[in-house]
């Protein structure tokens, strides 16, 4: 008796046991959403749930009227948070409770939608988040650039071929961050995506009234789209120059300044490898050259002296407009700097990124904030743009014809 006593003590811790651990697991798991956004993108609507901790989820669709369903199990949601506001295909957003701790969040839409649900982790500057694309209505309108071709924004339009002769420069303007993605924000509320879209603006006007000259922009207004997605805009305008615009933000409130950077070396090594291990569908490299039917060594050479020379003409340009900014104001780093950004990644356009200011500074977000200010960004990193160029006109353009002719002096 005794023993079956003892056997029974044993058995009953193991239950408690076995329940506390996975009372922890679940704990572990539990997530709580602490905010909900919703917006355009270049393709349809899409939904950011910001996360404490990482979570599980299961999406379907209704039908009559339409709506989308995501499951959380294990998660809350924070005490008194809003409901977006309707935006592109979603008429409203409803939250309710599921059994076992779990949350149900419901997604009324103006139309049936194709969805699909992916989590992204941590980021400097953000936590873990949940993304849920729906493709339909809510998109800016698009233009066809020919009937073969699939729809791209207003922002860009068809580009010189590169055997023309007497073509334009090409300058693609890439306004960072957008729609569902704020960027950094500042102190009074200002938002990185709004400033750094006018700078991108008056950069493209800037350039427009440049002879010789044109701009495109990768987005024109206030949507989401992905940094893969910028640079194969560029490429897709054939540009000659990829300039992208940002608002930099850091904890120390004292730092201001801009800074002008271009990639490094690692990151164009990571680069190479994933266009060659793409190389069967990656679109030509400027000048003709493919690399499908090349050999794996043949291919890695092309690749590498491409993004070499691709480098080369980035830091010279860089330095360009950094020396141009450093004439209006405050630089915060006297030599243009080098990292892995993936919007520097082309392999064939010369690249920079420009951090415009630290928008976390308060005389910096002022500033920002004022249309005077954004005007001067722009015309001085346009100085600096022309700088180059003037020096390093591409064959087959008009300003190298003009060089060539003695009547190379930009206005």
């Not at 404490?52 to 369903?69: C, E, G, H, M, Y």
């Not at 499951?71 to 809350?76: I, K, W």
């Not at 936590?127 to 924004?153: E, F, I, M, Q, T």
Request: hydrophobic share 45%.
């Amino acid at each position: 008796m005794m023993e079956k006593g003892f056997l029974g003590m044993r058995h009953a811790r193991r239950v408690m046991l076995l329940c506390a651990l996975l009372g922890a697991a679940g704990s572990l798991s539990a997530a709580e959403v602490q905010g909900i956004r919703v917006a355009t993108t270049e393709t349809g609507t899409r939904v950011v749930l910001d996360l404490s901790a990482p979570v599980t989820s299961k999406a379907f669709s209704l039908d009559n009227p339409a709506r989308v369903v995501l499951d959380l199990p294990h998660s809350s949601m924070l005490p008194k948070l809003g409901m977006p506001d309707p935006a592109g295909a979603v008429a409203a957003v409803r939250a309710g409770r599921l059994p076992h701790n779990g949350l149900r969040l419901v997604f009324e839409l103006n139309a049936a939608v194709t969805f699909q649900v992916a989590s992204i982790k941590p980021s400097s500057d953000a936590g873990h988040r949940l993304v849920l694309d729906l493709a339909g209505p809510g998109a800016p309108k698009a233009v066809a650039v020919a009937p073969s071709a699939p729809a791209v924004p207003v922002a860009i339009r068809p580009a010189h071929a590169p055997s023309e002769s007497g073509r334009d420069i090409i300058i693609a303007v890439d306004a960072g961050h957008g729609g569902v993605d704020p960027g950094a924000s500042g102190r009074r509320g200002t938002h990185e995506k709004d400033v750094v879209l006018e700078v991108a603006k008056a950069l493209a006007e800037r350039i427009n009234e440049e002879p010789g000259m044109k701009a495109v922009l990768t987005r024109d207004g206030d949507y989401f789209i992905s940094l893969q997605e910028r640079t194969k805009r560029a490429r897709k305008a054939k540009a000659d120059l990829f300039v992208s615009v940002h608002a930099d933000s850091i904890a120390d409130p004292d730092v201001s300044g801009s800074s002008v950077y271009v990639l490094s070396d690692r990151g164009a090594t990571s680069e190479a490898a994933r266009w060659l291990a793409e190389r069967e569908n990656a679109a030509d490299l400027k000048g003709g050259i493919k690399l499908d039917d090349k050999d794996a060594a043949l291919a890695s050479v092309l690749l590498d002296l491409s993004q070499t020379a691709s480098i080369s003409a980035s830091m010279v340009a860089a330095d360009n407009v950094l020396k141009s900014l450093d004439r209006i104001g405050e630089v915060r780093k006297p030599r243009v700097q080098q990292a892995g950004f993936v919007v520097l990644k082309s392999p064939d356009v010369p690249s920079m990124l420009v951090e415009t200011a630290f928008i976390s500074n308060r005389d910096d977000e002022r500033k920002l904030a004022t249309p005077a200010h954004r005007e001067k960004l722009a015309n001085a990193i346009f100085t600096g743009i022309a700088q180059y160029f003037d020096g390093n006109a591409p064959d087959g353009t008009r300003l190298a014809g003009l060089r060539r002719a003695g009547a190379t002096e930009l206005r």
